[in-house]
């Protein structure tokens, strides 16, 4: 796949204009083209990519006032908000559950950080203060119901932002997520976005999904947390790590090891899944009855 260039951040979901959802339509949100030159003012052999946010709002929704739970489904590292609009029926979820589904623009490599290396590159600071506002003043969300989950980068993003946000978001999940990207210092740009690890070790930990986990340990936990990694993924290892440091600390975490490898196939399978769990979460479901209708 050719690398495509980056967006500015700070106009991630500066629109056109406002559209008033309705029922099962994608809307979609645009932003100013922009080349890398023209934003760090240096020479780069790409241009970027207009930005495209997917927003879905479930069936009944323009004829009723209610609130509806939220969910932002992240895509994975060399993707973009498109992937998973022409890998599943993001609508078919929309109502099945009774939420709106967004699919935000992670770019190629972002890493849904704030980059310490580009100052132009602060996904997580655009993420909260610029795309959940739009959503929120542009959408009825309930407040109470906000969740995130995602797939291998997108897991990554998704469990740290649960995790640096607390109270924001009532529950996050992960498909076959990076959840300990110290692991793989050397991998899918990481490094560009944080610097090399060696020399950004701290950076690196407070960026990764495990070592933030490390941080509730002993404490009183209202965390709720769906894990999901096929055990022939590369990444099966650090979520396994995940879920030992999740008991460890009494984390309540939800853990699914099973068949599957780091692929479309899997995670087709298993965003039906994550959605359940968060409509179980939104209905009040207690743990036990959660782990028993998702047959964990």
């Not at 849904?112 to 969300?141: P, T």
């Not at 997108?154 to 995790?163: D, E, K, N, R, S």
């Not at 407070?206 to 404490?219: D, E, I, R, T, V």
């Not at 096929?230 to 309540?252: C, I, L, T, Y």
Request: aromatic residues 16%; contains cysteine; positive net charge.
């Amino acid at each position: 796949m050719k690398k495509a260039g980056y967006l500015l951040l700070l106009l991630f979901v500066v629109s056109t204009g406002y559209i008033h959802p309705q029922d099962s339509v994608t809307r979609r949100f645009y932003s100013p083209k922009y080349t890398f030159e023209q934003l760090d003012r240096k020479p780069v052999d790409s241009t970027m990519v207009f930005n495209t946010m997917y927003v879905y709002t479930p069936k009944g929704y323009k004829n009723s006032n209610k609130k509806y739970p939220l969910v932002y489904l992240l895509h994975g590292w060399a993707g973009s908000s498109r992937d998973w609009k022409q890998n599943y029926d993001v609508q078919k979820l929309a109502d099945k559950y009774g939420m709106i589904i967004v699919l935000p623009d992670g770019y190629y490599d972002s890493w849904y950080v704030n980059s310490s290396s580009k100052k132009m590159l602060q996904y997580e600071s655009a993420f909260k203060e610029r795309i959940r506002k739009y959503i929120e003043d542009s959408y009825r969300v309930d407040p109470k119901n906000r969740f995130i989950t995602g797939l291998s980068m997108g897991g990554h993003g998704a469990v740290t932002f649960y995790l640096k946000n607390r109270g924001y978001f009532k529950a996050a999940g992960s498909m076959s997520g990076i959840l300990d990207i110290t692991k793989f210092s050397d991998k899918w740009g990481i490094s560009k976005r944080l610097g090399t690890y060696k020399k950004n070790k701290k950076i690196w930990e407070n960026n990764s999904a495990l070592h933030l986990l490390k941080s509730y340990k002993g404490k009183k936990q209202d965390l709720l947390l769906f894990v999901a990694c096929g055990k022939k993924d590369f990444a099966f290892k650090v979520n396994e790590s995940f879920n030992k440091e999740a008991k460890a600390g009494k984390v309540p975490i939800f853990y699914l090891a099973d068949k599957g490898d780091h692929n479309w196939d899997y995670w087709t399978s298993h965003v039906d899944q994550q959605m359940l769990f968060f409509s179980l979460v939104a209905q009040g479901k207690k743990p036990d009855e959660i782990k028993k209708i998702l047959k964990l």
